[in-house]
C-alpha cells in the first residue's frame, strides 16, 4: 500500500437506515496513514487498530463503517510490514558438482 493509494481510496455512503463514520475525521485520519506510509510521521499500527470515530446520526454526510474498517485493517498490515519487514530468503545450500560416493552398496 502507498501514500497515494490511501489518499485515492473512496469510501461508499452506508445503506439506508444506516449510520456512518464522521468523514472528516476519517479524511484527516487518512492523511495520517498517507504520511506514515511515506516515513513523515510516527503513527503505529496499534493507533490504526484502536481509532475510533463519531458515528453520525441518520442522514447526516458519512462513510460506510464496514468499507472504512475493512481498509483500516489492511493500512494496518500494510503499516506492519513497513515497519517489520520479512528477513531476506536464505540462500539453499548446494552440494558442489562433481563424482558421488554410494557406501555400503555396490
Do not use: C
Request: aromatic share 10%.
Amino acid at each position: 500500500m502507498t501514500p497515494d493509494e490511501v489518499r485515492a481510496i473512496a469510501f461508499g455512503k452506508p445503506r439506508f437506515g444506516r449510520r456512518g463514520y464522521d468523514e472528516d475525521q476519517v479524511d484527516a485520519f487518512l492523511d495520517l496513514i498517507a504520511e506514515a506510509l511515506a516515513g513523515r510521521n510516527i503513527l503505529t499500527p496499534d493507533d490504526i487498530h484502536y481509532v475510533e470515530f463519531t458515528i453520525m446520526p441518520l442522514g447526516a454526510r458519512s462513510y460506510d463503517q464496514a468499507q472504512v474498517d475493512l481498509f483500516l485493517d489492511e493500512a494496518e498490515a500494510a503499516l506492519v510490514l513497513l515497519r517489520n519487514p520479512p528477513p531476506p530468503p536464505v540462500a539453499e545450500e548446494r552440494r558442489p558438482e562433481g563424482t558421488r560416493k554410494w557406501f555400503g552398496r555396490s
